[in-house]
């Protein structure tokens, strides 16, 4: 190697390592912001993690996906102790955590830039470039600053491990081609199982590895051909037809899905569409008033034979034939092109999930960063200079946009304002400002602001459960009724939102404690029945259990035993939890029957969840009540 190249090497280097810097630098606004939108929900079990077996189970406690995600838990439970003092030392954590996989992305983009023959200076520029791009780029920024997204970037963490693992061996393929099948092979399986421990979205590992196989790494040349596409069956071309078998199941919406969220599987794979274009329209040009988690929800697309739809949709059909067809021939834009639809592939196709999220691009942006860098250093002398001035324009107004936005996160009271002047039809946005509204302004602005929102958005009046339990506090003798029975009559209507549920619980809480004279918890318990008659809550399983065992709750308050246990039987019925059985053993123990309660433990032992991980923590819970229910036994003194 030339001193020259030997030299652009050490500036790749030193200006990535700038980047770095910079990065942190423009993020750390962002640890002044607070819980967000589902951390606390996911999170809130570290309020009772004290010891080790509390933090276990925390950690086997995760319901956010099939597995629980119990790795990316486990780092939660180590900073139990923040868990009191806000959101900040989890950002930081999770700043930490994009800077290394920043780092793990540019080893990732050297070592296949070699591997694609590029010079090392080449591949160096590359990879400084493309990661550099991508630590700064403010779509990403929420993937970090949402405490609970530490799954993604985690899982991502494991991915990147999983694929430098991978293409290190690969680059022995040729001279030690045992050796390097049994690195690649465990590479591969530990990335994938590890970091589907953090979300499922680290499946995608052998999927991203397939698509690097067919557009820009050559095949072998010292391994026999039937060998190598026999690896590649097993372990390539089999996780992708058990993921994609696994998407067709789930393709057909049922009509409690359908009526949670407002779409088929149909409609959503067709938004996704346009959504996929406007991922790629904020990477490239977005603002910070475009990015973050108060935006309105996406217009459904409802008909394929829609203008934009049809474009849309037909557009992405063809760019992945083209680039299958064309994967030799134009390797970089076949790469960029499947690498960015199979990153999406999980959530943002049939899976009945929210539409729009901007940290679904965290890695699946990736190959189009490396696809248009590497094109770019391939230029002639006089273009890639131009090139290279685009470049520096590009991070320079990235660090801009980034800075902007992480110091608004950073700063909750005044951004909340500004999001909910921004994104005025977002029930989230208005919700979040009357949230500080109400610790700053006094309950007063706050109720002025929903009933605003309200009267302008009907589908939204749930909001009016949480006006009554402010008007409850501040007036607990006053005359509530007219917002009760416009609340009664708007609840059999309203969107879907687990939200309301749980504002009804609050309610409840509220109530009993104030002895609101118009809210009794019979009043609860109508408006209940009321959200229940809506068909979209009547058919979903997970709001009936939350039905029934806040039922519960208001028939265990007026002493009502016989009304608490079936409601409790009914909750169990649609959807089984620790946290039911706890309560109904409790019940029933209560009341002194201990043959029912030890019955009930009997049979919820054979109830145990498939999931290995969950059912040994439900093994673990039993076995507590059961030790609970013979310490009340042995208390009660005998009698003669």
């Known amino acids: 190697m030339t001193e020259a190249r030997a030299t652009q090497q050490r500036i790749a280097l030193l200006g990535f390592c700038v980047a770095l810097v910079v990065a942190c630098a423009c993020y750390w606004p962002a640890t002044g912001g607070v819980f967000q939108l589902d951390d606390r929900s996911n999170l809130g079990g570290l309020a009772y993690v004290e010891n080790l077996q509390s933090a276990w189970e925390f950690v086997l406690s995760g319901t956010a996906g099939p597995t629980g995600r119990p790795l990316a838990l486990a780092t939660f439970a180590m900073q139990a102790g923040s868990y009191d003092h806000g ?10 955590i994009h800077l290394l996989n ?3 992305l540019a080893g990732c983009m050297y070592w296949l830039a070699l591997l694609c023959s590029f010079e090392r200076h080449r591949a160096a520029t590359i990879a400084a470039i493309a990661a550099s791009l991508w630590v700064l780029l403010p779509l990403l920024a929420t993937a970090s600053m949402l405490v609970v997204q530490r799954m993604a970037t ?3 963490t494991f991915v990147l491990l999983g694929m430098a693992g991978y293409l290190l061996a690969r680059r022995r393929l040729d001279s030690a081609p045992g050796k390097a099948l049994t690195a690649m092979s465990l590479s591969l399986a530990a990335g994938t199982v590890l970091a589907g421990l953090c979300k499922e979205s680290g499946l995608l590992l052998p999927l991203f590895i397939l698509v690097l196989e067919l557009t820009i790494l050559e095949p072998p040349m010292n391994v026999v051909a039937r060998r190598w596409r026999s690896w590649q069956a097993l372990f390539l071309l089999l996780p992708c037809a058990l993921l994609l078998g696994y998407l067709a199941s789930r393709a057909s919406y049922s009509d409690a899905v359908i009526a949670h969220r407002g779409f088929t599987g149909w409609e959503r794979l067709l938004t996704e569409a346009h959504l996929l274009w406007l991922y790629l329209y904020k990477a490239a040009v977005g603002l910070p008033g475009q990015f973050g988690i108060f935006q309105g929800a996406p217009p459904v697309s409802r008909s394929l034979f829609e203008p934009l739809t049809l474009v849309a949709s037909l557009s992405w059909v063809v760019l992945a034939i083209l680039a299958i067809v064309w994967r030799r021939r134009f390797p970089l834009a076949a790469f960029a092109v499947l690498w960015y639809l199979v990153g999406h592939l999980l959530e943002s196709t049939v899976m009945p999930l929210e539409l729009y999220f901007e940290h679904r691009n965290y890695l699946a942006i990736a190959g189009p960063l490396f696809a248009v860098t590497a094109i770019g250093v391939q230029l002639a002398p006089q273009y890639r200079r131009i090139a290279m001035v685009v470049a520096a324009i590009v991070l320079s107004a990235n660090t801009f946009w980034l800075y902007s936005f992480a110091s608004l996160w950073g700063e909750p009271s005044p951004a909340s304002r500004y999001w909910a002047t921004q994104f005025p039809e977002s029930v989230r946005a208005v919700t979040n400002l009357a949230t500080f509204q109400l610790a700053e302004e006094g309950p007063l602005q706050t109720l002025q602001t929903l009933d605003e929102f309200v009267i302008d958005h009907p589908q939204h009046a749930y909001l009016r ?11 607990a003798d006053q005359d509530h009724s007219q917002v009760i029975e416009r609340l009664a009559q708007r609840l059999p209507e309203v969107a879907f939102t687990f939200t309301a549920g749980t504002m009804l619980s609050e309610l409840f809480s509220t109530s009993v404690s104030t002895g609101c004279s118009s809210v009794r918890p019979d009043t609860v318990r109508a408006l209940a029945m009321q959200l229940r008659s809506n068909p979209r809550y009547a058919q979903i399983a997970l709001y009936n259990q939350f039905h029934f065992k806040l039922l519960a709750g208001i028939a265990r308050y007026h002493g009502d035993y016989a009304a608490t246990i079936e409601n409790l039987r009914q909750a169990i019925a649609y959807r089984k939890s620790s946290e039911l059985n706890m309560m109904m053993v409790t019940a029933l123990a209560g009341a002194g029957d201990f043959d029912a309660a030890n019955k009930f433990i009997e049979d919820a032992q054979e109830r145990v969840p498939a999931n290995p991980i ?8 039993l076995d507590g009540l059961q030790a609970y229910i013979r310490e009340l036994e042995n208390s009660i003194p005998e009698t003669e």
């Open 87 to 96: 959101a900040g030392a989890f950002i930081t954590v999770n700043i930490l």
């Open 614 to 621: 969950r059912g040994a923590q439900w093994r673990r819970d």
């Open 102 to 104: 920043a780092a793990l």
């Open 154 to 156: 985690l899982s991502a």
């Open 465 to 475: 459960i949480q006006e009554l339990n402010l008007l409850c506090r501040i007036g």
